[in-house]
């Protein structure tokens, strides 16, 4: 017999018994879909036979468990895109987040209309009613490579190759088989939430998120972030790298150097172009720039600053956090702790009174905030623009004007950053943009706060709150949206942040998000830093950047 504690109970199943079959019997009292459980602090797939130990069961409603349906849902809209075409398929491309969903390209000879999408909408319904299981088996990686190359998915061939493990997991629906990087549901059935909208070239799948687990929230397609991530990927597409598997080729012939010359000089190329736009409409003296955390904010105002200059322009770089209120007067968040997020943290009346004074050539002493008292301190820092300065100002609420309610709306300049991942682990299995720009504030948090990757990954979900309120609703305002993800970095970042993944402890809730992170960088290669330069993006978080101060 086996036995487990359950929900502080001790219960006893037979030999054989199922996590699924235990987890029939318990749904009733969970709100949402189980999708996975937690045996003795370990992840494990609903198909799996039980083990003795501590269950506990996760459901849509985590964010581990959520994933889980989202990453189902698309392995069944791919086996049903491949029923519909009759294997008239050159490759299915999975390319980047969209709204609440995933923009997807269709290579086939057929047309894909709105017709063609309806005939796969139609086909995963109906593999949702007959819940098909979702089966998963281990093979070897030359027998893998031969399956796929059936279906055309040769991205694999070059991802496996690079591999230490000698076996893959690979999951089935009907004999139609794929390989996917982390866990699955047990069957189709559970996959009733999602929608399928034609868009541009291909189809968005539209899914839920955790907050509201079976409900598809409205397409919201920001454009302006579209236009930017399609160009980054077609970008990749014209170097060669749009995976892993192509980036560990590139690494192993010595085309590194090359790459990452490239690179920087596009990222060059487009502050260049920026600044000229800047330049060309003398109204603009506020240049307001904002971006997720760890989109390379403080680089990019510096490398911008440098290209103005040498347009004749004269940047003055403003934080908005030095214009925090006083800590007594913070607000708090529902937990009690200070909300250094919200807008109403930011002392908007001195603000935008500073800011005005400027604009109309007044000379005003700078204040600058110490974070250790909480409080604002003046030390003679005066500024006073002329006919050519400008004002470069930083804060994750910059895209908002309530920020700068004040300021005539033809001086502003709207800048929108974020690292927005171009590569994918294969044509299927994309990195999200959260993952990198996670990693690198893993990497950044280490070296300059001295703070270990168990503390960043706890306050991750709540940096990420902060930036869905006041950050994301408001990119669509931007005049630009710069991607300042580099094609090679997680290569770089990798042996800065496996040690610190390596020391989060087992017995703590961050070691399952630290293990995943770990289990992600084996797709990698190792990538030197001797080619990096000291003005690089990646110099933010690695170290030795020619603007650290």
Not at 182 to 197: A, H, V
Not at 488 to 504: D, R, S
């Amino acid at each position: 017999m086996l036995n487990m504690i359950i929900n502080g109970k001790e219960r006893s199943y037979p030999e054989g018994t199922t996590y699924l079959e235990i987890a029939q019997e318990y749904q009733k009292d969970y709100g949402h879909d189980i999708a996975l459980v937690k045996i003795n602090g370990r992840l494990r797939e609903l198909i799996k036979p039980a083990q003795d130990g501590v269950l506990e069961f996760l459901t849509t409603e985590d964010e581990i468990g959520m994933q889980t349906y989202r990453r189902s849902m698309l392995f069944l809209t791919i086996k049903s895109i491949y029923d519909v075409a009759d294997h008239q398929i050159r490759k299915v491309t999975v390319q980047f987040s969209l709204s609440k969903g995933l923009y997807i390209e269709i290579d086939s000879d057929h047309q894909v209309d709105a017709r063609f999408i309806g005939r796969i909408d139609a086909r995963i319904r109906e593999l949702v009613k007959e819940k098909k299981p979702i089966l998963k088996k281990s093979v070897t990686a030359d027998d893998a490579v031969e399956s796929f190359g059936e279906y055309g998915m040769t991205d694999k061939e070059k991802l496996f190759r690079y591999r230490r493990a000698s076996r893959v997991n690979i999951y089935s629906i009907n004999e139609f088989e794929d390989y996917y990087y982390g866990y699955m549901l047990p069957d189709t059935g559970y996959l009733k939430y999602f929608e399928l909208i034609p868009f541009d070239e291909g189809v968005v799948l539209q899914m839920p998120e955790k907050n509201a687990p079976e409900e598809v929230p409205p397409f919201e397609a920001s454009m302006k972030l579209f236009a930017t991530m399609k160009e980054s990927a077609r970008w990749g597409e014209k170097l060669g790298i749009t995976t892993v598997g192509d980036l560990n080729e590139v690494i192993v012939n010595g085309r590194l150097s090359e790459v990452v010359l490239i690179q920087e000089a596009l990222m060059e190329k487009k502050l260049g172009d920026i600044a000229a736009m800047i330049a060309a409409d003398r109204k603009k003296k506020v240049i307001l720039m904002a971006g997720p955390s760890s989109s390379g904010k403080t680089t990019t105002s510096h490398r911008l600053s440098i290209q103005l200059k040498t347009l004749g322009l004269n940047p003055h770089p403003i934080a908005v956090d030095n214009y925090f209120v006083d800590r007594e007067f913070t607000p708090r968040d529902a937990d009690g702790n200070y909300n250094f997020e919200c807008l109403e943290c930011v002392d908007l009346e001195l603000f935008n009174r500073d800011m005005t004074a400027l604009l109309a050539g007044e000379r005003i002493e700078m204040p600058v905030f110490n974070f250790k008292i909480g409080k604002k301190e003046y030390k003679g820092d005066y500024l006073q623009l002329g006919p050519d300065d400008i004002l470069v100002i930083e804060g994750i609420h910059c895209l908002n004007d309530k920020l700068s309610y004040s300021l005539p709306m033809e001086s502003k300049f709207k800048i929108y950053l974020s690292a927005l991942t171009q590569l994918n682990v294969d044509e299927h299995n994309r990195i999200s943009t959260t993952d990198g720009r996670l990693i690198r504030r893993i990497v950044r948090d280490a070296r300059t706060r001295g703070a270990d990757a168990r503390k960043t990954i706890s306050m991750w979900p709540s940096v990420r709150r902060g930036e869905q309120e006041n950050i994301f609703p408001y990119q669509e305002t931007a005049d630009v949206v710069l991607n300042t993800a580099l094609i090679y970095e997680l290569a770089v970042l990798k042996p800065f942040a496996e040690p610190l993944l390596f020391a989060v402890p087992r017995d703590c809730p961050e070691y399952l998000e630290a293990k995943r992170l770990l289990k992600f960088f084996d797709y990698f290669l190792v990538a030197g830093t001797e080619d990096i330069a000291r003005n690089s993006i990646l110099r933010e978080f690695i170290g030795g950047s020619c603007f650290d101060t």
